[in-house]
């Protein structure tokens, strides 16, 4: 047989295992990436498209050799005897830290209504949701924080792809798209990698992404954590959770200088406060936890309305929050066998990491085009539609940046992995 003809029988053979269904099903994803890149930016960016046409390819590739990877994409599957208890703590977290940004921008903007009843009541909620810090860290914590015979190098590289990675791209999406540069410049790459090595992150405009570099910080300890905490007795670690809110009850009302550094010290507190909470014998605490957490709330509304030096009281490492976060956390192990294992929670946990990052950029780029609702709108009613619809536009925003572009890279450092 002619090479010729052997070589167009291989490519007509190989055209003829494609599967069409998984070829237009990312193809679908691509011209949706574009065509929000164009809607939301107003324009279409060459650098972002190139690495979004690859990252087609790669989710191609991806599902050809997994016959399930979109609809796990989707977070559509799901195994019995699934408790959900972890998906339903980030959605709530999730939800507190697109509230605490949706009402925070709108109230900068109606502040001719300050003094009004919707106007207290919307702040104060922004102000109570500012607990989203705690959940997402005691979260890592609740995770991360059981003993797992785990090599220390092999810890960090997994973290790599699932922290790092995301970090770096969503803070150039932010750098790209967001930043408070000059119009027409650019900075050098190496002052690219020093902005996100010493978290620049004001010039970029992402502010919230503190907490993405405290929940890295406490990462880079966790192996070692373990290691301390795994022959801990349950007594001894419940005894350490209360040294931690002592110590932060002490910096929130005497903040004399120590020779601590109370903010590490107190997240790394949180974290492990997260990992004893999860535990079984915890769950004899639930009822008392939950109720602490209400009092907490209640002391929390006290302290706002009557302005008893609520703009320290409240920090984010204030008591108040630490026992709300354990309250929640007890409120959903308390309920953890009767959590339905819903898809819509399971997306937003999925993607729960990105959309944290990701949302900020929506409210101040794509919101109002979809929504003219704001917060103060229907009686307060408004901030709801707003939430809402910021989640589901924040979602898209993750989904379509996540399998698209933070695959590549993910991809390549996983290749690397392989080849060393």
Known sequence: MPLNLKITGEIMASIKKIKLHIVLSWAAVLAAGIWTLDYSTGSINSVVVAIAAVGFIVSIVKSYKNDGFIGDSFALKTTAGRVPVYDYIRFVAVILVIVVHVIGVDLDIAVDMAGTPIFAGLDFARWWALNCNVLFVMLSGALLLPYKKEPVLSFYGKRLTKIVIPLVVYYMWYYTFFGQRTEGTLDSPLEIVLGILTADIKSVGAYHFWLLYVIIAIYIVVPFLRMMLRDLSYQHLTGLVAVTVIILTYATYLP????????????????????????????????????????????????????????????????????????????????????????????????????????????????????????????????????????????????????????????????????K
């Open 256 to 419: 004399l200088k120590t020779g601590f550094d109370v903010s590490y010290l107190g997240w790394c507190g949180v974290a492990i406060a997260g990992y004893w909470c999860s535990k079984d014998d915890s769950r004899k605490y639930d009822n008392w936890l939950i109720i602490l957490g209400v009092i907490s709330s209640v002391a929390m509304w006290l302290v706002f309305k009557y302005d008893l030096y609520y703009s320290n009281t409240l920090w984010n490492l204030s008591p108040y929050r630490v026992v709300v976060g354990l309250g929640l956390f007890a409120i959903f192990f308390k309920f953890k066998n009767g959590l339905r294992d819903f898809c819509v929670v399971r997306l937003v946990s999925k993607y729960g990491f990105s959309i944290m990052l990701i949302h900020y950029w929506i409210i101040g780029n794509v919101l109002r085009k979809i929504c003219g609702i704001g917060s103060v709108m229907y009686k307060g009613f408004g901030a709801v539609i707003s939430v809402v619809v910021t989640l589901v536009l924040s979602f898209i925003a993750a989904y379509l940046i996540d399998n698209l572009i933070v695959s590549v890279f993910s991809s390549l450092i996983d290749r690397i992995k392989k080849i």
